[in-house]
């Protein structure tokens, strides 16, 4: 997957969890939680769905990586380059 | 068999759990010793009459589109939508004390004018402790206990205001006699009073078709008619589970709904006296009657009724086999269906003592049922039009029952009063959900099943 395949991919997944919050003006680069109302339990779910879909573990050290749209990219990037 | 869980219960909180668990792609099987699901929230039917145990109504009821209240985050949680449950809100309700009424039904500003008009004086401490009760995360973990009534007895200044706001709450959810752990106050004041009542058109039945389907159909395995027999350990950790039929599973993680001190007595080793504490002392009597026509024809419009008639409301074991003089009423046909339920029911539910119930000799134990339905209804129809002569019909169960379909030790619907709130045992992969986790209600009871399956098993990879 490119960067740009996984940001929507990130959207996409994001959308299915919480399908009531508008993403269109998500700032890539602001905390994903501080712009749309997502809790723990909900945030705990993209880790999950990326494992379900594209059997990605992330450590539970790495959560935070996961943090803004930009910083998902760039830590799944490398991780998603042959998927 | 290996599994990656298994589960302990087929309730609210055991079928969260496993949808959690089986949409990830865990291995789970719940383990159900009785041969229906639903645990201590049910239903049964009887001489072809359709009841429900349980339930009254379901509580955090929030119209569509409201977020981060506890019906849509469990929604969220285990993919479900909002029209699955079909919830149909609640007409009226209220609290009866002597002489003060206090109604509410599912608008928080309808009740606080209710409070301001009853109790003037007290009408800005309510908002004080509105404003508390707001400020406090009651699903933190952590959280260190204290009493509800400390805490409310220094906000609001008026006795019946306290005991009045108290009895909803008690009566729906608290394990403790006369007192509340705050967190637990909180959570029932916000899914009684700030959220509110519904009811699904086809009752606690339509909850549990929901989330059976959508447990099977992510894959996950109910066994009924299995219960647990023992568990069996080795190095801190539950190496394998023995079934009543003697067939023996293991799985990387257990995750119990059974109660605490009942999943403790799977163990080897168990120590009675080490637990005894840690039995709830509350049980309750429920009478069910069947009426020939709707209560609504003769103007009657309460969907639950919370009374006491005695100077002091008492929540606690009572000293004889029922305590008349507080209970609930619910007619579960006056919420807004879209189409007349096909009965007409009325369901008062009291306190009630294990022991004296347990100890009847079977032909003792009939009377009692038959003595006490009289005594019940003489208080009952002290707010109720009098619907005596409309009764076709009528079931009871009290503690003796909820034990024998619940094997809730003490017939204690409502647990343990001490909470544990991070599931955790001393096992390191044993762990408990529902009612002993303490996330109340039958919203609670999803959100427990739902958090311990995040906090022990998905977050942990």
């Known amino acids: 997957m490119t960067a740009d395949e996984i940001r929507s991919m990130i959207l996409e997944v994001i959308h299915e969890i919480v399908p009531d919050e508008d993403l269109s003006d998500l700032k890539p680069d602001v905390r994903i939680r501080d712009q749309i109302e997502m809790d723990s339990m909900d945030f705990l779910d993209i880790i999950m769905e990326l494992r379900k879909r594209y059997g990605i573990t992330v450590p539970e050290d790495y959560y935070m990586k996961l943090s803004t749209l930009d910083s998902s990219v760039e830590y799944l990037e490398p991780l998603m380059k042959d998927i | ?461």
């Open chain 2, 1 to 461: 068999m290996d599994y990656d869980v298994l589960i302990i219960g087929a309730g609210m909180s055991g079928l969260a759990a496993g949808i959690r668990l089986a949409y990830y792609d865990k291995k789970v099987c719940i383990l159900e010793r009785h041969y229906r699901v639903g645990g201590l929230n049910s239903f049964y039917s009887r001489d072809g009459h359709k009841f429900d145990v349980g339930l009254h109504a379901m509580t955090n009821y929030v119209p569509r589109g409201t977020k981060s209240t506890p019906l849509p985050k469990l929604l969220r949680q285990l993919k479900l939508q909002a029209e699955d449950f079909a919830l149909c809100q609640q007409r009226m309700s209220a609290v009866r004390f002597p002489e003060k009424t206090l109604r509410f039904n599912n608008d928080l500003d309808f009740f606080i004018q209710e409070v301001a008009d009853n109790f003037p004086k007290q009408a800005d401490n309510f908002q004080k402790l509105l404003k508390t009760i707001a400020e406090y995360d009651a699903l933190a973990l952590d959280a260190k206990p204290m009493s509800a009534r400390e805490v409310v007895g220094s906000i609001i200044s008026d006795p019946i205001l306290i005991d009045m706001i108290f009895c909803p709450l008690m009566y729906y959810g608290n394990a403790q006699e006369n007192d509340m752990e705050f967190g637990q106050f909180v959570i029932m004041f916000n899914s009684i009073f700030c959220e509110g009542f519904a009811r699904p058109q086809a009752g606690v039945r339509q909850i549990l078709d929901v989330l059976v389907r959508k447990y099977e159909g992510c894959g996950g395995e109910l066994r009924l008619r299995c219960g647990v027999q023992s568990m069996q350990t080795a190095n801190e950790r539950v190496e394998s589970v023995t079934l009543d039929n003697g067939e023996v599973l293991t799985a990387d993680k257990v995750i119990s709904s059974a109660g605490y001190v009942e999943t403790m007595r799977l163990l080897p080793d168990y120590d009675p006296a080490r637990f005894k504490n840690d039995i709830g002392p509350l049980s309750f009597v429920e009478f069910i009657m069947v009426l020939d026509k709707e209560l609504s024809e003769m103007g009657y419009d309460k969907t639950i009724i919370f009374f006491n008639n005695s100077d002091k409301f008492n929540y606690r074991k009572p000293a004889d086999l029922i305590d008349v003089s507080s209970g609930v009423i619910c007619c579960p046909n006056n919420f807004h269906f879209d189409s007349p339920l096909p009965e007409a029911m009325i369901r008062v539910t009291n306190m009630a003592n294990f022991d004296l119930w347990n100890n009847l000799e079977p032909e003792e134990y009939k009377a009692q049922k038959t003595a006490w339905l009289e005594t019940t209804l003489n208080e009952v129809v002290k707010f109720v039009p009098d619907f005596r002569h409309l009764i076709v019909y009528t079931d009871v169960f009290t503690p003796k029952t909820i034990y024998r379909f619940t094997g809730h030790m003490n017939g204690a619907v409502y647990g343990t009063p001490n909470k544990i709130k991070t599931g955790a045992t001393h096992l390191e992969n044993l762990f408990l959900c529902g009612t002993d986790q303490g996330f109340l209600g039958i919203v609670g009871a999803m959100l427990s099943g739902i958090s311990m399956a995040n906090l022990h098993v998905l977050q942990r990879g």
